[in-house]
């Protein structure tokens, strides 16, 4: 059984506690009715923010689920971006996004 937190409880409490003045900046993530990983990674940089030492570790540590993958690649297409300047959008590497196009590209082309 694969079971997904409740990301919206958990950052919703985190808010109330901890950033009460960011809220408002949160606000729109957190009325979607399903929150996703990008939306996670979106949430952690409003509160915490990033700091340019700690991107890398931070990088290493993520993970992306299938939807949020294919709305980076959809991005990429609507915004007509490279895969550098689709790495440097959403702080990926670009043998990430390369290793995604090809893994999610061939898995269309098999469909088909």
């Given amino acids: ?13 985190m808010i109330l506690m901890k950033y009460p003045h960011k809220m408002d900046q949160c606000h729109a993530i957190l009325e979607k009715n399903i929150i996703n990983s990008l939306d996670v990674v979106l949430l952690n940089n409003i509160l915490v923010g990033v700091a340019h030492n700690q991107i890398r570790l931070n990088t290493n540590l993520r993970s992306y689920d299938k939807d949020t993958v294919l709305y980076i690649l959809e991005y990429q297409i609507e ?11 959403f702080n990926l590497s670009r043998n990430t996004v390369t290793k995604w196009k090809r893994i999610f590209y061939s898995l269309t082309r098999n469909d088909k």
Avoid: E, F, S, W
């Fill in 1 to 13: 059984m694969n079971t997904i937190p409740n990301y919206k409880k958990i950052y919703t409490d």
């Fill in 79 to 89: 915004h007509n971006l490279n895969n550098r300047q689709l790495a440097a959008q």
